[in-house]
């Protein structure tokens, strides 16, 4: 299994899959990194929504997976 991301300049690309899922909200990507505020922006692969979280946020297993699961 990958490594949650200990730098923030790794996050940028990198994909995600929401253990819980709302919708067809499962698989994620990163598509923007804020350094500023330390946010991400999430996009949904099936949805193209976009979420914007602290990229910290990814850290928690009980919420997300690296990669597509």
Known sequence: MPLAPH???KV???H???VEPE???KHWEVVRFDRRTGEVVLRG???GEEVRMPWRELRDRERWMPGWV
């Open 16 to 18: 995600w899959s929401r």
């Open 23 to 25: 919708d067809r909200g």
């Open 45 to 47: 692969v099936l949805t």
């Open 7 to 9: 730098n923030p300049s």
């Open 12 to 14: 940028l690309g990198s």
